[in-house]
């Protein structure tokens, strides 16, 4: 069998092995939900201000909070494998359009988040290990450090009033500019231009660790043998670094990359209040606290595929750049 | 002078402040002629391979450097070469071929590609005419298939292969001198003869100048012309090598030729009658387990042990023989039960211990004890020799007082300082640390020791002692041994039976005598053959 194809049956098999993953995902988060006192009714009464208990009663029974929990989980159950994520009574939509609605601008910030932190990070990290133990090396060293212990949130606060407040270079919060009504390539610019602090807030940190690892990775690979032989090949240090040294030391640094786009989504959450961005982690937020749980329960089941879809995309990847790795 | 390829005179190589001494290597004067064999031998820590790598220019700079002397190239002195025109040497007009095939390969890139880098940085040639060399190459070693290996990684290759790609590599541009570091030491002693096979075709092809280096004399006595022999950074010895190896003059050469084991079996001695422990139908495999859900197919499944059998009587050693992968290990490993055997049982005195639980395996634990292969890996090195030794008995229900005396005591028998109590392993040596790990299984007064390749990873010298230092002990305390080892000398040094594994079976057992003198199985034939350094043992013996 030739490897497009063993790659093909082995996605598939991934993919059909995601599912009860997901689903035992959506189980063990409606428990654990459920575990949260008080229900989106307290809050909506809480909110009116005069609701008496009869009203609230009858509206637990007009969302289904009436019914004891095995019963309402079969229930979400049988609509989600129906793709149907239910309706979201704080916001009065369906979950579906509303989560897709906020998924976008949360995979523009979470895209360009990635190809920054691990694009300059694996730069940052083969420019300091090629200069090694010059300034150069202790100017990279040093910037990964201080990015590495700083909190993302005073990042974002100082970002806003260094360069949106002090000077005005850059909006200081949504993500595009609504009352222009902008169309085509001037949105883009426009969203773009909103993008930058949140960007660079949310990537400094994984920029900082990606930094560290690939110097650390090329040192290692450096002392291998392979290395050796290459250069008693005649082989010029250059190629030695760019061919030879550099796709093993990336292994390491794409592994753990993928395993981080989870922990990302977290992150996100911080950045997109402090920037006022209109992603999923912002609407995770204030749903929490109105306790939509169905819509809470819509975006973990978006963000655990998206995590079981990005590990597979980086498996694949992995198998590319890493012949020993043999995908079956 | 012209007609040496290389002329070595004076060379100093220093080593960084502070090491153990100032100089690696000391006032080295070598030379080689072209289609000669020149082995450098020494044991680890005499310089050998840094000569090497300072011809190549490829010392570990700039903490080693050579500080004095000369390396003439065809009249060429390298140590005062450019960068790039030493860039130009390497590969070209001196290669080399390195001791780990499976390290030396870069793991992400096919043997073609590193093939092809050799040309494409020394050769002006079209990328087609360069892939069409690479598979004439491969076909030249003796490589099956060439134009499948082309376009293999170096993971999907054995041992023997990737040497021998390394050595395609190496000979690309037929260089002036090959310079082989140890090249078959990692390699199992059949392929190991392939692979000195090999290296002399394609000598008498290209008339190239060979550098050995290796610690190996029956490889020395198989393949060089002349010898030079290495002690802490200096030459003490060189000569051809019917003079180095049959009439050495220093007495370190003396000394080292003395420690290689005689290919002669020893006089067999009396069997007892009394069995000791049994191994019957012993069976173990790995692997076979489903992925999770229970998707796919089932993983590999490797048979490592194949329905054993075999008994050790009182007092005699049993040696395990057999190359990498022939599950020689594993045997060993459910024998003492650091492993559960599949099916099969071990009888020690009439008690089947393959069914006792943890608790009652307990009391048996004592009597039977192993020595392992790494004196490195093998001891833990945040305890104190002293505790390592002693801990056992302790655990055993015995007194600390009475544990740590005898502790004492053990360290006197393995020829140890009795302040080495008090140090940690990596305060000693590899002899030193394995005197430990001995002194560790006698701690409990075993009636059974396992040695799993005891003296593997030991220079020659030290491994003379070691093996002199275990049938000391098993004269004194009347032990029963099972000896693994892939080393055909030292098994016809130490052992009075043998037992011949491959591919997880016993193949051939008989006395060692037997085995050695009239082989019967075509595996013990093969591995008998291809053990080096065997006409000059029958020189010697006569």
């Not at chain 2, 598979?135 to 082309?150: S, Y």
């Not at chain 2, 006595?221 to 180095?244: H, L, N, P, S, W």
Request: aromatic content about 6%; some cysteine.
């Amino acid at each position: 069998m030739n490897r497009s194809s063993k790659i093909f049956r082995y996605v598939s098999r991934r993919l059909i092995q995601g599912i009860p993953i997901i689903l035992a995902i959506v189980v063990l988060n409606f428990f654990l939900l459920n575990l949260a006192e008080g229900d989106a009714v307290d809050v909506l009464a809480g909110e009116a201000g005069s609701a008496t208990p009869e009203y609230m009663e009858e509206m637990r029974k007009k969302f289904g909070l009436d019914k004891p929990l095995p019963v309402q989980l079969a229930v979400y159950l049988k609509n989600v494998i129906q793709l149907d994520l239910g309706y979201s009574f704080r916001h009065d939509m369906q979950v579906t359009e509303l989560i897709i609605d906020r998924f976008w601008p949360t995979l523009i910030l979470m895209v360009s988040t990635i190809l920054l932190a691990v694009g300059f990070g694996i730069l940052l990290g083969l420019f300091a290990a090629i200069n090694l133990n010059t300034w150069k090396d202790s100017v990279v060293s040093v910037f990964a450090l201080i990015t590495y212990a700083t909190p993302l949130f005073w990042v974002g606060l100082m970002m806003i009033i260094l360069f949106s407040i002090k000077n005005d270079w850059f909006p200081t919060s949504g993500m595009e500019n609504s009352a222009m009504f902008y169309e085509g390539f001037e949105r883009v610019k426009d969203i773009a231009h909103h993008l930058v602090l949140p960007t660079i807030t949310l990537s400094l940190f994984y920029l900082a660790l990606y930094t560290r690892m690939m110097r650390a990775s090329m040192l290692e690979q450096y002392g291998q043998d392979y290395v050796i032989t290459a250069r008693a090949k005649g082989v010029t240090e250059r190629r030695i670094t760019f061919v030879h040294v550099l796709r093993n030391a990336l292994l390491p640094v794409v592994t753990m990359a993928g395993v981080q786009v989870g922990a990302l989504i977290g992150g996100s959450v911080i950045v997109e209040s402090v920037f006022a961005w209109p992603g999923l982690g912002m609407l995770a937020f204030e749903s929490l606290f109105a306790r939509d749980l169905n819509l809470l329960l819509g975006i973990f089941l978006l963000s655990s595929a998206l995590v079981v879809a990005v590990n597979l995309v980086v498996d694949v990847i992995y198998c590319f750049l890493d012949p020993r790795i043999e995908v079956n | 002078m012209t007609d040496k390829l290389l002329t070595i005179s004076n060379l100093d190589i220093a080593l960084p402040e502070g090491s153990e001494r100032r100089l690696a290597v000391e006032n080295l004067s070598i030379d080689l002629s072209p289609g000669e064999t020149l082995c450098i031998v020494g044991e680890s820590g005499s310089g050998k391979s840094l000569t090497a790598r300072a011809l190549m220019g490829l010392l570990p700079a700039p903490h080693v450097r050579a500080t004095k002397g000369k390396v003439l190239f065809c009249g060429e002195d390298l140590t005062q070469a450019s960068e790039p025109r030493m860039r130009q040497i390497r590969g070209s007009e001196i290669s080399m071929i390195f001791q780990e095939p499976m390290t030396a390969l870069n793991p992400v890139m096919t043997i073609g590609g590193q093939i092809d880098e050799v040309f494409r940085f020394h050769a002006d040639m079209p990328p087609r005419e360069r892939r069409k060399r690479a598979i004439q190459l491969l076909e030249d070693v003796h490589l099956p298939d060439p134009k499948q290996i082309v376009a293999a990684y170096p993971h999907e290759l054995s041992g023997g292969q990737r040497q021998r790609a390394m050595i395609a590599m190496a000979l690309a541009l037929e260089p002036k001198i090959l310079i082989a570091d140890e090249p078959t030491t990692a390699l199992d002693v059949t392929t190991q003869a392939q692979i000195l096979k090999l290296i002399n075709e394609m000598q008498d092809v290209h008339k190239s100048g060979v550098l050995f280096i290796t610690h190996d004399f029956g490889v020395v006595a198989d393949i060089a012309d002349r010898v030079v022999v290495m002690q802490y950074g200096k030459v003490v010895e060189t000569g051809t090598v019917d003079k180095v190896l049959n009439a050495p003059e220093h007495s370190y050469t003396q000394a080292l030729i003395a420690s290689v084991p005689s290919l002669i079996p020893r006089a067999p001695r009396p069997r007892s009658e009394h069995i000791v422990l049994s191994g019957k139908d012993v069976q173990k495999s790995f692997g076979g387990g489903k992925s999770l859900f229970g998707f796919g197919k089932p993983n590999r499944h490797v048979r490592a042990v194949k329905d054993v059998t075999l008994d050790l009587r009182r007092g005699e050693t049993l040696g395990v023989v057999g190359e990498s992968g022939s599950g020689k290990s594993t045997l060993a490993r459910c024998i003492i039960r650091l492993m559960d055997s599949d099916s099969g049982s071990i009888l020690l005195d009439d008690v089947d211990i393959t069914s006792l639980g943890r608790s009652e395996m307990r009391p048996f634990r004592k009597r039977i004890q192993m020595v392992f292969q790494d004196p490195f890996a093998s001891l833990n090195p945040r305890i104190k020799v002293g505790q390592i030794i002693s801990q056992g008995p302790m655990i055993q229900g015995e007194a600390r007082e009475s544990a740590e005396a005898r502790a004492r005591e053990l360290l006197e028998i393995v020829g140890l300082d009795e302040r080495a109590f008090n140090r940690y392993p990596h305060e000693f040596s590899g002899g030193q640390r394995q005197r430990i790990g001995i002194a560790r299984a006698l701690a409990l007064d075993p009636e059974i020791l396992v040695a799993d390749e005891p003296v593997s990873a030991l220079d020659v010298s030290i491994q003379a002692q070691i093996l002199e230092l275990l049938d000391e002990i098993r004269e004194k305390m009347n032990l029963s041994m099972m000896f693994i080892t892939h080393d055909l000398r030292v098994a016809a040094q130490v052992c009075d039976r043998l037992a011949v594994m491959r591919y997880g079976e016993i193949v051939e057992t008989g006395a060692t005598g037997d085995i050695f003198n009239n082989p019967q199985h075509s595996y013990t034939q093969e591995l008998l053959a291809a053990v080096p350094g065997q006409n000059w043992d029958r020189k010697l013996a006569t």
